[in-house]
């Protein structure tokens, strides 16, 4: 198996660059023969390292949990529905310590809910399907540190190559309005994080907003919840609609344990 730490010839970024178009000297071409050839090893070498890693589950993590993927083949019941971004340094099954068959996750960038005047989306769909199919107890709308979409949403001027982040980001735009009209002094990770924040609960009302979601809170079968989880430590937060603040999830729960007398 090819370690994580194997070094190649080319970057990724030296690969994306490599030379397209007419064929010029006999030097020309010989240069461009040698790079095409590197940059093709290089992508060889990082399918052949995702192949070993499917290899390496089907012959450990499958094998040791075949019983579990043969009950998971005639269905599934998950509990929880994550809404987070698709930022691959976010991954759910491993901040929250769940395995396969235990949370329904929608991705995109940005953990955005497209409010229900957006129309039918991907989104839309998949809660749905989630709330009234699979009877999800809790969703979970998740956002991030250092979350490229919540910069770009400050920053505009990035997006210009970008229209479909564009377009997308305009259903997070109330969280940027309010982090630029509140917290005006706020610079740099710091309003990231603050936008980050907002955003959640953007989007939060936008999912409660949704009839299915709405429905199933007043029949008291779901609750919906704003994460924040923290790249740079580790720490999740939850946000604390007593405070309104984004609290550690260790203390929302036993604050929670205390006023109900039971975990949620």
Request: net charge neutral.
């Amino acid at each position: 198996m090819i370690s994580r730490n194997t070094q190649v010839g080319y970057t990724e970024t030296q690969v994306n660059q490599i030379p397209a178009g007419p064929l010029g000297s006999s030097e020309e071409v010989s240069r461009r023969h040698d790079t095409g050839n590197a940059a093709g090893s290089m992508r060889g070498q990082l399918m052949r390292k995702i192949i070993e890693g499917v290899r390496s589950f089907q012959e450990h993590e499958f094998k040791e949990n075949q019983d579990l993927f043969l009950v998971l083949a005639h269905g599934q019941s998950p509990r929880y529905l994550v809404i987070t971004c698709s930022d691959s340094r976010v991954v759910p099954h491993l901040i929250t310590g769940l395995g396969p068959g235990e949370i329904f996750v929608i991705r995109n960038a940005g953990n955005i809910v497209p409010p229900p005047t957006a129309g039918p989306s991907g989104e839309a769909a998949s809660i749905e399907f989630a709330v009234i199919e699979l009877k999800v107890k809790h969703v979970i709308v998740c956002g991030h540190s250092h979350c490229g979409a919540m910069t770009s949403l400050l920053n505009r001027e990035g997006l210009e190559r970008l229209p479909a982040v564009a377009g997308f980001l305009q259903f997070a735009e109330p969280a940027r309005r309010i982090v630029k009209t509140r917290y005006p002094r706020l610079a740099g990770e710091d309003q990231v994080t603050q936008v980050v924040k907002e955003n959640v609960l953007i989007q939060l009302g936008h999912l409660r907003s949704m009839g299915s979601v709405s429905a199933a809170i007043r029949r008291r079968e779901l609750q919906v919840h704003g994460w924040v989880f923290m790249i740079e430590t580790g720490e999740v937060l939850s946000y604390d609609a007593t405070s309104k603040q984004f609290i550690p999830v260790e203390r929302w729960l036993q604050d929670r344990s205390q006023i109900s007398g039971s975990l949620i």
